[in-house]
């Protein structure tokens, strides 16, 4: 019975030891494969990460136009296999920093996607539930302003939407300005 008091305390000191070694590096350790992971996820044996984007395709942009409701068809999945590097790593003397160059790409994966990068569609511009927003919820547009901003919409009514590659609308940055108001967005940037 005396022995099974320490059971916990070497289960919770050996569980402590194996995340550290696992996690916390202090110095270079190359071969190591925890280190390796940690450098990058390109590896054979490293878990894969997968981004997949769907979008609300607006089919009848011209109708809603003069007044009809919007019609909306959920495309994709788009995919991409996303990798991460560690470069330029330098451990700092005693191991407690460690300065990197971060590094993400995305390499399209057509196995798992339904539609190409290059195929063309429409959405609801980001603009609009951001002016929404910055008028209704933040309070940042003035009603003048939003006055200004809605008479671009009416003269302009393209501005409701984004007209765009599915790549275009992922990696590309929106862009919009007027009296003040500077607006971009974009989803990867």
Do not use: C
Not at 54 to 71: H, S
Not at 128 to 135: A, I, K, P
């Amino acid at each position: 019975g005396i022995q099974l008091t320490f059971v916990p305390h070497l289960i919770s000191t050996s569980v402590r030891n194996d995340i550290t070694s696992a996690f916390i590096f202090t110095q270079p350790m190359p071969g190591n494969a925890h280190y390796d992971q940690w450098l990058t996820n390109a590896g054979s044996d490293s878990v894969p990460i997968i981004f997949s984007i769907q979008f609300f395709n607006v089919t009848n942009p011209d109708e809603v136009l003069r007044g009809a409701m919007p019609k909306l068809n959920l495309v994709g999945p788009l995919v991409y296999n996303q990798y991460f590097h560690r470069r330029n790593v330098n451990f700092y003397p005693g191991g407690e920093y460690v300065n990197h160059t971060f590094y993400t790409e995305y390499l399209y994966n057509a196995e798992l996607s339904a539609i190409s990068p290059d195929e063309e569609l429409t959405v609801i511009s980001p603009l609009v539930s951001t002016l929404n927003h910055e008028y209704s919820v933040s309070k940042r547009l003035e009603h003048e302003e939003m006055k200004e901003i809605v008479k671009l919409f009416e003269d302009d009514p393209s501005l409701l939407y984004w007209k765009a590659s599915a790549s275009d609308l992922i990696w590309s940055i929106y862009r919009f300005e007027h009296l003040g108001f500077h607006f971009s967005w974009g989803f990867m940037r």
